[in-house]
């Protein structure tokens, strides 16, 4: 037997093993209704989401979920490399979650449709408790497949094909019980990425529409603009460290930190730090969170001049950046002794500040004006968050 | 290495012992960490929500307490 073979060899005796008497109970059976919206750098992003679970029997339960992002963007990446857009992506999701003894299977097939991305992503899990159901095991698999395509010319309607992705996730994840107030988590995900160019395009990874950025020969104040060019495969690693304290006086604190690596030259970290405290039919939550990345290594704002590399990309999201995130919650929770086939209800509103600074992504909309090539000030941005929402259980 | 199928073995033997084995948090013992605000994801819909709008937006991903795939976001 090979490495990965006694691997999987002890998990299943584990598996085998640890069943006990004590039984995992299945989640929620519940429906949520949400209105959305992101606006920030001059895109809104806002829809609907609808999320149904329901139990089959005793062991088994189903959910659907679809979600629908309306986007407007006429943000600074469309100002330079393209035209203001509007567009719709639709999501839905189907899964069924298997209890059996303190073993938890899941299953879930997920459609991402807008009209230039495809995207399936086929996603199994399993969770199994043990040691007294102090511990909880779990791993996961997803594997996705995107299909790319850009408009073509001037019609709205015409889009050709660019490039095909293959993704796929493997996560690994165990959660301790420490005292009866206390627990503390681990993850471990590791994503690769490889994707597959159609007939005479370059485009890979990317965005087919972004374009990097360079000094005009013989104009060097000047910034000149070409396509992209990105690896055709990409490697990450997470890892992550989350933990959940219960507060004496009836409140809850949630901490958790990341660091994040890949074969791209990319290094980053987020700590989140989240307060909860109910008060009567209310609940009130508080949140913090900062991220900080630095940057590909193929990434620049500014080429010296076109072709200078191999591989170039001007995407803010591959920059070194950093973000900070502050928000707030609040739940009203309606027919706490049940109402009808209505076991409990809660209304919800929710909202985040997040405020972005770029460390080496200048607003090049400022050459545009005069100011001259790779001196225009920093960017940044604030989005505003918001949810609304409506939650039954049944 | 040679000895890596033996403790693979050794282990889960003694791993195996645990349906008699004590917890040192009894089950009814649990209530606070069962209470759901000890949930950080306690609304799914808003905690994938969440995931998105950072996932979009940042070169990091995985190990989330959310599973990713599928959001056609490059």
Same mark, same amino acid.
């Given at each position: 037997m090979r490495y990965p073979a006694y691997i999987l060899f002890y998990l299943l005796s584990l598996l085998t093993f640890m069943q006990q008497v004590t039984a995992a109970v299945l989640p929620d059976e519940r429906a949520d209704v949400m209105l959305h919206s992101y606006e920030g750098g001059e895109l809104t992003v806002s829809g609907p989401a609808v999320l149904l679970r329901k139990n089959i029997g005793t062991s088994t339960s189903v959910f659907y979920n679809t979600y629908t992002d309306n986007i407007t963007s006429a943000s600074i990446d469309v100002q330079i490399s393209g035209s203001p857009y509007e567009e719709a992506r639709t999501e839905q999701t189907l899964g069924v979650d298997y209890l059996t003894g303190k073993t938890t299977l899941s299953f879930s097939y997920t459609d991402s449709t807008e009209n230039d991305y495809e995207a399936s992503t086929i996603t199994v899990g399993l969770s199994q408790d043990f040691f007294g159901d102090l511990s909880t095991l779990t791993m996961g698999f997803s594997q996705g497949n995107d299909t790319i395509s850009a408009r073509t010319g001037n019609d709205p309607l015409e889009f050709e094909a660019r490039s095909s992705i293959v993704r796929s996730n493997y996560r690994v994840g165990f959660t301790q019980i420490l005292t009866k107030n206390a627990t503390l988590g681990f993850g471990f995900e590791t994503i690769t990425d490889e994707g597959t160019s159609a007939p005479g395009q370059s485009t890979t990874l990317n965005n087919p529409y972004r374009q990097y950025s360079f000094r005009l020969s013989g104009s060097p104040d000047i910034r000149s603009y070409a396509f992209e060019l990105y690896p055709n495969t990409r490697t990450s690693n997470a890892l992550s460290l989350r933990g959940n304290y219960f507060l004496p006086w009836k409140g809850a604190i949630h901490y958790e930190y990341r660091t994040f690596q890949d074969s791209w030259g990319i290094r980053a970290n987020n700590i989140g730090l989240t307060y909860v405290q109910p008060i009567s039919h209310f609940v009130f939550e508080l949140r913090y969170r900062v991220y900080s990345q630095t940057q590909a !290594? /193929?990434? #620049? !704002?500014? %080429? !010296? /001049?076109?072709?200078? %590399?191999t591989f170039m990309a001007r995407d803010k999201e591959l920059s070194t950046y950093s973000s900070t995130a502050v928000g707030f919650g609040i739940s009203y929770e309606f027919a706490k002794n049940g109402w009808g086939w209505i076991d409990k209800g809660s209304l919800n509103f929710s909202y985040d500040l997040i405020s972005f600074e770029y460390?080496? /992504? #200048? !607003?090049?909309?400022?050459n545009v004006g005069g100011v001259p090539a790779g001196t225009e000030s920093f960017y940044a941005f604030d989005a505003d968050v918001m949810q609304a929402f409506i939650s039954i259980w049944y | 290495m040679k000895r890596l199928p033996l403790l693979i073995l050794v282990t889960t033997f003694v791993l195996s012992g645990c349906s008699s084995w004590e917890p040192w948090v009894k089950p009814y013992e649990r209530e606070n960490l069962s209470d759901?605000?000890?949930?950080?994801?306690?609304?799914p819909v808003v905690a994938s929500y969440h995931h998105h709008v950072f996932e979009t937006r940042e070169s990091a991903r995985g190990a989330g307490s959310v599973s990713g795939g599928g959001c056609g976001c490059n």
């Amino acid at each position: 037997m090979r490495y990965p073979a006694y691997i999987l060899f002890y998990l299943l005796s584990l598996l085998t093993f640890m069943q006990q008497v004590t039984a995992a109970v299945l989640p929620d059976e519940r429906a949520d209704v949400m209105l959305h919206s992101y606006e920030g750098g001059e895109l809104t992003v806002s829809g609907p989401a609808v999320l149904l679970r329901k139990n089959i029997g005793t062991s088994t339960s189903v959910f659907y979920n679809t979600y629908t992002d309306n986007i407007t963007s006429a943000s600074i990446d469309v100002q330079i490399s393209g035209s203001p857009y509007e567009e719709a992506r639709t999501e839905q999701t189907l899964g069924v979650d298997y209890l059996t003894g303190k073993t938890t299977l899941s299953f879930s097939y997920t459609d991402s449709t807008e009209n230039d991305y495809e995207a399936s992503t086929i996603t199994v899990g399993l969770s199994q408790d043990f040691f007294g159901d102090l511990s909880t095991l779990t791993m996961g698999f997803s594997q996705g497949n995107d299909t790319i395509s850009a408009r073509t010319g001037n019609d709205p309607l015409e889009f050709e094909a660019r490039s095909s992705i293959v993704r796929s996730n493997y996560r690994v994840g165990f959660t301790q019980i420490l005292t009866k107030n206390a627990t503390l988590g681990f993850g471990f995900e590791t994503i690769t990425d490889e994707g597959t160019s159609a007939p005479g395009q370059s485009t890979t990874l990317n965005n087919p529409y972004r374009q990097y950025s360079f000094r005009l020969s013989g104009s060097p104040d000047i910034r000149s603009y070409a396509f992209e060019l990105y690896p055709n495969t990409r490697t990450s690693n997470a890892l992550s460290l989350r933990g959940n304290y219960f507060l004496p006086w009836k409140g809850a604190i949630h901490y958790e930190y990341r660091t994040f690596q890949d074969s791209w030259g990319i290094r980053a970290n987020n700590i989140g730090l989240t307060y909860v405290q109910p008060i009567s039919h209310f609940v009130f939550e508080l949140r913090y969170r900062v991220y900080s990345q630095t940057q590909a !290594d /193929f990434y #620049r !704002d500014l %080429f !010296d /001049f076109e072709g200078q %590399f191999t591989f170039m990309a001007r995407d803010k999201e591959l920059s070194t950046y950093s973000s900070t995130a502050v928000g707030f919650g609040i739940s009203y929770e309606f027919a706490k002794n049940g109402w009808g086939w209505i076991d409990k209800g809660s209304l919800n509103f929710s909202y985040d500040l997040i405020s972005f600074e770029y460390d080496n /992504f #200048r !607003d090049a909309t400022e050459n545009v004006g005069g100011v001259p090539a790779g001196t225009e000030s920093f960017y940044a941005f604030d989005a505003d968050v918001m949810q609304a929402f409506i939650s039954i259980w049944y | 290495m040679k000895r890596l199928p033996l403790l693979i073995l050794v282990t889960t033997f003694v791993l195996s012992g645990c349906s008699s084995w004590e917890p040192w948090v009894k089950p009814y013992e649990r209530e606070n960490l069962s209470d759901p605000i000890m949930n950080v994801g306690r609304d799914p819909v808003v905690a994938s929500y969440h995931h998105h709008v950072f996932e979009t937006r940042e070169s990091a991903r995985g190990a989330g307490s959310v599973s990713g795939g599928g959001c056609g976001c490059n």
